[in-house]
């Protein structure tokens, strides 16, 4: 069964962090492109951050960068979204995804889908 599964949510103040997992089965993580991705209600799906899977280059939007880090181990097949300095507007469901992207930011262009885990940003 070839799955992806988010870990890692919850609620937090503004100003705190939490670290998002993404671990894989069925497949190898290492082979593949990493995308996080965010929906908050009534909102697109956004692409958020992104991890080549060979050069291991990155990508932020510009709304997390400077606050967010991806990194990969490959040797756990998991991926992981380091968030500090969290806002009330990085509430969302939190998605990862896998797959070999042409162009990253498309979320149709991903092959494998996790099933989302809430994150609650709230004083």
């Known amino acids: 069964q070839v799955q992806l599964v988010e870990s890692g949510g919850g609620l937090v103040q503004p100003g705190g962090s939490l670290r998002l997992s993404c671990a894989a089965s069925?497949?190898?993580?290492?082979?593949?492109?990493i995308g996080w991705f965010r929906q908050a209600p009534g909102k697109e799906r956004e692409g958020v951050s992104y991890?080549?899977?060979?050069?291991?280059?990155?990508y932020y939007a510009d709304s997390v960068k400077g606050r967010f880090t991806i990194s990969r181990d490959n040797a756990k097949n998991t991926a992981y979204l380091q968030m500090n300095s969290l806002k009330p507007e990085d509430t969302a469901v939190y998605y990862c995804?896998?797959?070999?992207?042409?162009?990253?930011?498309?979320?149709?262009?991903?092959?494998?889908w996790g099933q989302g885990t809430q994150v609650t940003v709230s004083s």
């Open positions: 069925g497949f190898t993580l290492a082979y593949y492109a």
């Open positions: 991890i080549h899977s060979s050069d291991g280059s990155t």
């Open positions: 995804a896998a797959g070999w992207p042409t162009i990253v930011t498309l979320k149709d262009e991903y092959d494998y």
